[in-house]
């Protein structure tokens, strides 16, 4: 049985390695953020390294390792789904050059205070043209692929669409705008609705093609279910960006809106729960590698536990009202982003790397190993955050004592965090070291008993 | 279920959240003026937000409940800090969190970006968000409430007001300067030393760490005349 069935897959490799990279490095930024809430650091330190600047590093990290690994997933699902190789893999590496070098030249550039100030979004103009630059090629080498294809799947244009619309959403968080509600307004059409649209979209996508491949299901019945979860998932996540619009100066119906929508955002992802379940069980190939599963399955319930449960819960507009801009958001954001696509990037390299060195059943023992000790000490994280986050509302929102005051009593838990912090780091470098030198497993693999279905 | 029944709820879905967005996002834009007061959006105001991107404050401090958890939300900030704390803060980091737990970096913001930006954030203030946060909004009354009364201005208040971004008096207040009972008894002053001392800290004590404030001579009477007076009280009770 062939692995990869076009020499153009290859190119995803690159974009794998270097996102595994940038994810330590977040990881280990995320450690030093920690520090500054724990302890107090000395006044020169802190003019030298403020966190502002660490903080920059550590979300930009997590943006740039996400998209190269998105985009890597893509050109990786691409050639078979289109049956043919990739338009062009040089445009595939000069796309990857341009998008490592403005991210090493932003990281560079932080240090020395070139900044856009907007948290998520600093990259400083000159580099944003560059990262459009960069989205532009892979949307065009995405479309050329899929349109000189001979065949058409209702995944080729879900990806095409997802990626060109997340590209879009980018344009909007260039320019400066005067008047501080209408730049967060805009603000969120890149962070929400790429996290809970056009990411979600690429997920659906991604996960699908897995599932397709993995278990041999028959297409007709995955893209069914793909279109049910991407229309739940946009219609949902589309107006309720408004959950972000409640306390920045915008009309009352954004509370209605906002509340009613987002609270139906776990909706789709419960879907995605139960439609990874039954197409597990309803499989017609044999577990080849039970790690993918895991990664599958815990996809699916970290997603719906730290995006869909946890999100829920803090944005209903009472509620919000006092958990809003507190540690309950940071908790929220490390389980959601973790539990959303940390884990669907891992899914696709577990599903990929192996694939692209030519092993078919590869030993799991440590790849266990970082799959339970990243997904345990993220869970744990989360809660610290949590309770640090419930404190600081507590003390300031209800008994009205000063933020100081408030972040003190946090000071314990940030040590904890700290803590817990280096346990996942060790997962996270057991993970990616086990990924870097995967090897062929001793025990033959099953054969299949179905070609897979992007074959038909 | 049909395929086509599975491509007609995407296509339904997608289209009616995305026709509702996108006319809430054009109702927003005609409402936005009164919300935020666009009419007093000057020049000021934004060279005050592009200071507040230079520095990338946003990072540390949230603003409308966004950006970095590390230090507190800027929204009402103008209003429970006032101008002159603001200014001291951002100019003086390393003396103002001298005894703090948690540092601010000295950014080396200059005397008129200071300026543009305490315009910016009085601006950000009068945004009407529906009294959020929750917990500035006694400062937001507080200072609505001096605004218009102010013949009716207690003295504790006034004092408070104006030196408690750094002076604690009654356990109320920043400790960063000392607390005001202490020095009325440390301090040999007349009235009139008071008075400039408070308008200009140099011309009395050269080297002093206390920033110039920008009080009026009446004012400073007032509160000169309440230090003096918790002096004398101590005095008295010996």
């Keep these: ?456 | 279920m049909t395929g086509k029944t599975a491509r007609l709820i995407f296509w339904v879905g997608t289209l009616t959240s995305a026709a509702i967005f996108l006319w809430q996002t054009y109702d927003f834009h005609m409402q936005t003026p009164k919300f935020t007061h666009t009419d007093k959006l000057n020049e000021q105001v934004v060279a005050g937000k592009k200071v507040w991107h230079k520095y990338n404050c946003n990072d540390c401090h949230t603003i409308l409940g966004f950006g970095g958890y590390y230090a507190p939300d800027m929204t009402k900030a103008f209003y429970r800090l006032g101008e002159n704390n603001i200014a001291s803060i951002v100019q003086h980091p390393d003396v103002m969190y001298k005894n703090s737990f948690r540092k601010m970096p000295q950014l080396g913001v200059s005397e008129t970006e200071t300026r543009q930006l305490v315009s910016f954030l009085r601006w950000v203030g009068e945004i009407e968000n529906r009294k959020w946060p929750p917990q500035d909004e006694k400062f937001v009354e507080a200072y609505k409430l001096r605004e218009s009364q102010p013949q009716k201005l207690d003295k504790v208040h006034l004092v408070l007001q104006a030196c408690g971004g750094c002076h604690t008096f009654e356990n109320q207040g920043r400790n960063v300067g000392g607390d005001l009972t202490t020095i009325a008894n440390r301090i040999t002053y007349d009235r009139q030393t008071l008075i400039n001392y408070m308008i200009n800290p140099q011309s009395v004590r050269p080297g002093v760490t206390m920033p110039p404030q920008d009080v009026s001579p009446q004012t400073a009477g007032i509160i000169a005349d309440f230090l003096l007076s918790l002096k004398s009280n101590k005095e008295v009770s010996k």
């Design chain 1, 1 to 456: 049985m062939m692995l990869i069935e076009y020499q153009s897959q290859r190119v995803s490799l690159w974009y794998f390695r270097i996102a595994l990279v940038l994810f330590i490095l977040q990881v280990i930024l995320g450690l030093w953020l920690s520090i500054n809430y724990a302890f107090t650091l000395p006044q020169d330190l802190v003019n030298v390294f403020p966190f502002s600047t660490a903080r920059a590093l550590h979300t930009n990290l997590l943006v740039a390792w996400m998209l190269l690994g998105f985009m890597g997933g893509t050109y990786y699902i691409l050639p078979p789904e289109c049956a043919r190789d990739l338009y062009s893999e040089k445009l595939a590496y000069l796309q990857l050059a341009i998008f490592v070098g403005t991210a090493v030249t932003a990281v560079v550039g932080f240090l020395f205070g070139w900044t856009q100030g907007k948290p998520l979004l600093e990259i400083p103009l000159p580099l944003d043209w560059l990262i459009v630059v960069a989205a532009l090629i892979f949307i065009a080498n995405v479309a050329m692929t899929i349109i000189k294809a001979e065949v058409r799947t209702a995944l080729q244009w879900m990806l095409l669409g997802g990626v060109t619309f997340l590209a879009l959403m980018y344009l909007f968080g260039m320019p400066f705008y005067q008047n501080l509600n209408t730049d967060y307004y805009y603000w969120w059409w890149v962070i929400h609705l790429w996290v809970e649209g056009a990411w979600e979209v690429v997920t659906a996508s991604i996960v699908a093609y897995i599932i397709m491949r993995v278990t041999g299901v028959d297409r007709k019945v995955v893209e069914k279910w793909l279109y049910v979860e991407t229309g739940l998932f946009l219609f949902t996540g589309i107006v309720g960006t408004g959950h972000h619009y409640y306390w920045i100066g915008a009309p009352d119906y954004w509370l209605w809106w906002g509340g009613i929508f987002s609270a139906l955002e776990p909706l789709p992802i419960v879907l995605m729960v139960v439609d990874t379940w039954m197409h597990v069980r309803e499989r017609k190939n044999p577990i080849v590698n039970p790690l993918t599963w895991y990664y599958i399955i815990g996809l699916a319930i970290y997603h719906l536990v730290g995006a869909g449960l946890w999100g829920f819960m803090h944005t209903l507009p009472p509620i919000n009202y006092y958990t809003h801009g507190s540690q309950i958001t940071v908790s929220h954001g490390h389980l959601a982003f973790f539990g959303a696509y940390a884990l669907l990037n891992l899914t696709i390299f577990y599903f990929a790397m192996p694939r692209l060195k030519g092993i078919n059943k590869y030993q799991d023992r440590l790849g266990k190993w970082g799959f339970w000790i990243t997904t345990i000490g993220m869970f744990v994280l989360g809660l610290v955050f949590g309770i640090a986050g419930i404190l600081q509302t507590y003390l300031e929102r209800f008994l009205d004592i000063g933020y100081s005051t408030a972040h003190l009593t946090m000071m314990f838990w940030f040590r904890v965090a700290f803590g817990v912090g280096l346990v996942f780091l060790a997962g996270v470098i057991i993970t990616v070291y086990h990924l870097f030198t995967i090897k062929p497993s001793a025990i033959p693999a099953p054969e299949p008993v179905v070609a897979p279905a992007s074959d038909i």
